[in-house]
């Protein structure tokens, strides 16, 4: 197959798919016209997130077998349209969901120990050992939203402490032996911290708003390494400053970009403003799934399925 790769990726990804006998052609520059000008010739694209591939792009790709998204998520392809022309989807949430189950329980054990603050404390020669004063993970009860691959793994990260895991997902009978799923109204009635692992959808699209939160019973902790659309920034601010969210821990925001790899390019919002400066927020660039390893293991998940489906 003629295969078209429209963001780098691990280098492995190209080598075995060669090794294969697939011809692979590498374009990170050209516009999304001028790619959709040859789209045609290709039997496959890779891609991470550079643009969306939408409908009149996929109209032009008449000889598409496959999309291989080098990610969890499918949100940037008209997946309805790629359905109906037989066209396979084949995305890599394997390959990421131990990183983004770390870096969660990274984020809220520093939020927790107030780490962040710590250290740029020390740094500045202060030492206040009681304005730092922590919390203990073991005796809360955790609420997991979104139980799939990137929801179980955090589960599984949490065994080791002696914690209350609930789960909610849509899908019924996804509990384990790491999480009791539970209804939506339940988890908000008896979590103390909350972690999202949704995927972008019409449901999960502002999901987290004022109504939302204030349906918890009592104050807690959110850990949002999912989607940034998923939370209000606007609501979530307001909760942090009234205490009904205690402190949050953010690896994505609702501000950045579709390609995910920007964020000040534009005049900063207020309630970005607020995050920036906020000593109960925890802030990373949206790299929960984005480590040493992950990079690989992305681009075999994404190898491992061509194989599975074309050989």
């Known amino acids: 197959m003629n295969i078209l790769h429209l963001d780098s990726n691990h280098p492995l990804l190209i080598e075995q798919l060669a090794a294969l006998g697939h011809t692979n052609h590498e374009d990170y520059t050209s516009s999304k016209e001028a790619v959709e000008a040859k789209i045609h010739n290709y039997d496959g694209i890779i891609i991470r997130s550079r643009f969306r591939i939408d409908a009149a792009f996929l109209k032009k790709a008449t000889k598409l077998k496959f999309i291989g998204r080098v990610g969890a998520g499918l949100e940037n392809i008209d997946t309805a349209f790629a359905a109906a022309n037989d ?22 054990l520093a939020l927790f120990n107030k780490l962040h603050t710590a250290d740029r404390e020390v740094r500045d020669g202060k030492w206040q050992r009681e304005a730092n004063r922590g919390l203990e993970l073991d005796g809360k009860t955790v609420g997991i939203i979104g139980y799939g691959h990137m929801g179980k793994a955090f589960a599984k990260k949490l065994r080791g402490f002696d914690v209350e895991v609930l789960c909610y997902d849509i899908k019924p009978h ?40 204030h349906k918890f019973k009592q104050p807690f902790w959110l850990i949002n390494t999912a989607r940034g659309s998923c939370v209000v920034t606007e609501d979530l601010v307001e909760a942090l400053e009234s205490k009904t969210i205690l402190g949050a821990g953010l690896d994505v925001l609702e501000y950045e970009k579709s390609s995910f790899e920007t964020l000040f390019s534009n005049q900063t919002p207020p309630a970005l403003k607020y995050l920036l400066s906020a000593h109960n927020v925890i802030l990373s660039p949206h790299v929960a799934g984005w480590t040493v390893e992950s990079h690989q293991k992305l681009a075999q998940t994404i190898v491992d399925k061509i194989v599975n489906y074309f050989h």
């Open 87 to 108: 066209i396979l989807l084949i995305a890599a949430p394997e390959g990421n969901q131990n990183a983004v189950g770390e870096h969660a329980l990274g984020m809220l």
């Open 174 to 213: 996804v509990g384990d032996e790491n999480a009791q799923q539970v209804s939506l109204e339940i988890l908000q009635e008896k979590a103390e911290l909350i972690s999202l692992h949704v995927p972008h959808t019409a449901q999960t699209f502002q999901m987290v708003d004022a109504t939302f939160i």
